[in-house]
């Protein structure tokens, strides 16, 4: 059965080229102008995808995001922003979202990102019921992760301490900010250990409404509740023998804390609707962007929960913390990129390896590798060239003093000719992006006789 897709979109042409190219592609697609349709048409059907600009005249894409995970929890959502506000994007992906994309965008970039989410469903394993004698669980990793080493001294000081807990079996809580790779790090705790032949689960807490964790992480029999048609495995059992990893742990509910801690320190389970407790053998990995000591002096999570996943901790360092390791995961995701796009460009132009080496990169690893494989799409020489680098990176604070430096003559031709164009050709615009005077402007035009 085709996806089911919904656009809330208030620019109508923008809106009615996606429907087309979507529809095309198989999808089964609907649009909403406003918000208002939108959230009563969320609430009376169930899409696969929904995709919401980030600013609608009467609502805003992360209000939308929330509302959807209430009404619709199973519903994949990606944002879409022309205001380069990547701090925004970066929230949207802490509360769930499945990926943003910065306007302009080609159709195709947008097609990559759904088509790379329906790869991961289909290549993990799901649950099945235990009248089947084959038993499955989700991502289960065997083989050693893929993942960049580092040559920074926090990243050696970090995959040190990833292999000096590896073979042990203390639980471990991996802190970071958003995007740094936590669940990479702990698919590498899990390769360092003796259950490395065994489960790796991971669970995204933020994403799992508290009506229904019980279920999720235990289990339930047929017949316990409406809609439990089959009995079903939960992610403890599914993880028996290996490592549960509990993503974003700190977004858990009070009651469901509870339930975890009983858990861990019993290492037994009840599937909800059984008067039958498993025992479960499980090392658990967690990860958190949130301060889980302030969670705990402000009461809202257990002081006791924490101690008990906290026998270790590691804290990933951010990608501005590794700027020596920048290029070498840059080299990492262009490869990856090259692979799944069909491509062969060999790397980066001069000029954006400058405005690589300026931009903070807020959004961390997730950030370099979209912004990558967004550029390798648009590529169609051997190098990236300036003109395909979304202008968050080119634009940046930081960059407009350090990188926006007009004593490089071969850069500046081309950046005029890029704020021109992000500006829609407006000359005062371009000159604030370019931070310089509406008169050094009209002199540079003049001077490289770029005609409008």
């Given at each position: 059965m085709a996806q089911q897709i919904h656009i809330i979109e208030d620019d109508v042409a923008f809106g009615k080229m996606l429907t087309t190219f979507l529809e095309r592609k198989g999808f089964q697609v609907s649009v909403s102008l406003t918000g208002q349709s939108a959230r009563k048409t969320l609430a009376e059907n169930n899409f696969d995808i929904l995709i919401t600009d980030l600013q609608l005249p009467d609502d805003s894409g992360l209000e939308l995001l929330e509302y959807s995970q209430q009404v619709s929890p199973k519903t994949k959502v990606i944002l879409m922003t022309g205001y380069a506000e990547v701090d925004t994007a970066v929230k949207a992906i802490k509360k769930g979202a499945l990926d943003y994309i910065s306007k302009p965008f080609r159709p195709e970039e947008l097609l990559m990102i759904i088509e790379e989410d329906s790869q991961k469903i289909d290549s993990s394993?799901?649950?099945?019921?235990?009248?089947?004698?084959?038993?499955?669980?989700?991502?289960?990793?065997?083989?050693k992760p893929n993942f960049v080493v580092g040559i920074s001294g926090?990243?050696?000081?970090?995959?040190?301490?990833?292999?000096?807990?590896?073979?042990?079996?203390?639980?471990?809580?991996?802190?970071?900010?958003?995007?740094?790779?936590?669940?990479?790090?702990?698919?590498?705790?899990?390769?360092?250990?003796n259950r490395k032949g065994e489960s790796f689960v991971a669970v995204d807490c933020g994403a799992i409404p508290k009506e229904i964790a019980a279920s999720e992480f235990f289990g339930h029999v047929k017949g316990s509740f409406t809609g439990a048609i089959n009995d079903k495995k939960g992610h403890f059992e599914a993880a028996d023998g290996g490592t549960l990893f509990l993503d974003e742990v700190g977004n858990l509910s009070y009651e469901n804390q509870i339930q975890l801690l009983r858990a861990l320190q019993e290492r037994r389970i009840k599937p909800v609707g059984s008067n039958t407790e498993i025992e479960v053998?499980?090392?658990?990995?967690?990860?958190?962007?949130?301060?889980?000591?302030?969670?705990?002096?402000?009461?809202?999570?257990?002081?006791?929960?924490?101690?008990?996943?906290?026998?270790?901790?590691?804290h990933i360092p951010s990608l501005h913390e590794r700027k020596e390791d920048l290029f070498l995961f840059t080299e990492y995701f262009l490869n990856e990129a090259n692979s799944s796009l069909g491509k062969e460009v060999l790397g980066l132009s001069k000029e954006v390896g400058e405005a690589f080496k300026n931009y903070p990169w807020p959004g961390n690893l997730r950030e370099l590798k979209n912004v990558i494989k967004r550029s390798v799409l648009l590529t169609n020489s051997a190098l990236i060239p300036l003109e395909v680098i979304p202008r968050e990176v080119l634009f940046s604070t930081k960059q407009k003093k350090e990188f926006l430096d007009f004593s490089k003559e071969s850069n500046e031709k081309q950046l005029i000719i890029n704020a021109l164009?992000?500006?829609?050709?407006?000359?005062?615009?371009?000159?604030?992006?370019?931070?310089?005077?509406?008169?050094?402007?009209?002199?540079?035009?003049?001077?490289y006789k770029i005609e409008l």
């Open positions: 394993e799901t649950y099945i019921s235990k009248t089947s004698e084959k038993k499955i669980s989700p991502k289960t990793i065997s083989e926090s990243s050696k000081k970090f995959n040190e301490y990833l292999k000096l807990v590896g073979p042990t079996d203390m639980c471990v809580l991996i802190q970071g900010e958003s995007g740094t790779g936590k669940e990479v790090a702990a698919k590498a705790i899990h390769n360092f250990s053998d499980v090392r658990i990995l967690s990860a958190t962007n949130e301060d889980l000591l302030k969670a705990v002096s402000d009461g809202k999570f257990r002081e006791d929960l924490y101690h008990r996943l906290n026998e270790f901790s590691i164009k992000e500006a829609d050709f407006n000359k005062t615009k371009a000159a604030k992006l370019l931070n310089i005077t509406r008169k050094t402007l009209y002199n540079k035009l003049e001077l």
